[in-house]
T-cell receptor, first 110, second 114 residues
Framework: EDKVVQSPLSLVVHEGDTVTLNCSYE??????LLWYKQEKKAPTFLFML????IEKKSGRLSSILDKKELFSILNITATQTGDSAVYLC??????????FGKGTRLHILP | GAGVSQSPRYKVAKRGQDVALRCDPI?????LFWYQQALGQGPEFLTY????????KSGLPSDRFFAERPEGSVSTLKIQRTQQEDSAVYLC????????????FGPGTRLTVT
């Protein structure tokens, strides 16, 4: 059965810290991995990763995919209270099936 | 700019009632997805449309769930004879491409079945 597993499930850090969120997957016909940030209601798109070893970066956020070891990490440097959210990882396979992990709940203390 | 909108935002239904949830995707978006998100869980895929064609409905949990997108724009998710386990947030997402790598989510409809 296809699955996406995120760790940790929750994380509390102080403002200014750097965090690493993990996503591992076992998915048939894998195509891409997606990261989303979910605050109050709707997830917002962060990154799509298709190739191994190529880092995607947006401001203080960056992400990389390892297709050999079947995982991805999302890094957030110099965290701010506005980074508090649930971070969702999802996989897209070649049959257009999207599977989400349960998310990592990140809380940044001021 | 106009994003994905959903209505109603909140719905309380008595067990056994039928409900209809509406999704207005971003204009021109080809792909439309419905997800069910229980508290503390990630979104669970329900169904996927490419224009008006429902290409995948494998995530619909039972035959009480029905979705349509007759003109390839607005979509409706209908749940018949609601049960308490149907209580969840129902998210709609649209994408300009097929199958839809970059999805834009609506605010969701929180359904509570009492």
């Amino acid at each position: 059965e296809d699955k996406v597993v995120q760790s940790p499930l929750s994380l509390v850090v102080h403002e200014g810290d750097t965090v690493t969120l993990n996503c591992s997957y076992e998915v048939t016909n894998f195509r891409s991995l997606l990261w989303y940030k979910q605050e109050k209601k709707a997830p917002t798109f962060l990154f799509m990763l298709t190739s191994s070893g190529i880092e995607k970066k947006s401001g203080r956020l960056s992400s990389i995919l390892d297709k050999k070891e079947l995982f991805s990490i999302l890094n957030i440097t110099a965290t701010q209270t506005g980074d508090s959210a649930v971070y969702l990882c999802a996989t897209l396979n070649r049959d257009d099936k999207i599977i989400f992990g349960k998310g990592t709940r990140l809380h940044i203390l001021p | 700019g106009a994003g994905v909108s959903q209505s109603p935002r909140y719905k309380v239904a008595k067990r056994g009632q039928d409900v209809a949830l509406r999704c207005d995707p971003i204009s021109g978006h080809v792909s439309l997805f419905w997800y069910q998100q229980a508290l503390g869980q990630g979104p669970e895929f329900l169904t996927y449309f490419q224009n008006e064609a429902q290409l995948d409905k494998s995530g619909l949990p039972s035959d009480r769930f029905f979705a349509e997108r007759p003109e390839g724009s607005v979509s409706t998710l209908k749940i018949q004879r609601t049960q308490q386990e149907d209580s969840a947030v129902y998210l709609c997402a649209s994408s300009p491409t097929a199958p839809g790598y970059e999805q834009y989510f609506g605010p969701g409809t929180r359904l509570t079945v009492t």
